[in-house]
């Protein structure tokens, strides 16, 4: 596996997460992002499947993956 770093979130208050890598092997997208921990989300995604998890991944972070961006090399924030 080779990860490429695509972006992080440059609005994130821990300067952590989100961000998003890229496995051009294995053509996945890698995501961190907020885990969900509220009832109410809870209530509506249901249970994570074992070895899933859902996260919540802010729609300002699309402009990182390629097909969306449109020039298929990302936009960069360190």
Known sequence: MSLEF???DPDSDD????????????D???I???QIA??????VVGDDPPGELTM????RMMR??????GDGQG???P
Do not use: C, I, M
């Open 38 to 43: 509220d009832a109410e989300t809870r209530a």
């Open 28 to 30: 996945v997208y890698v």
């Open 32 to 34: 961190r992002g907020w």
């Open 15 to 26: 300067g952590q997460s989100p961000t998003v890598w890229v496995d051009r092997e294995a």
């Open 6 to 8: 695509l972006g992080k």
């Open 75 to 77: 936009t960069h924030v």
């Open 56 to 59: 919540r991944f802010p729609r």
């Open 64 to 69: 990182f993956f390629e097909e969306v961006n």
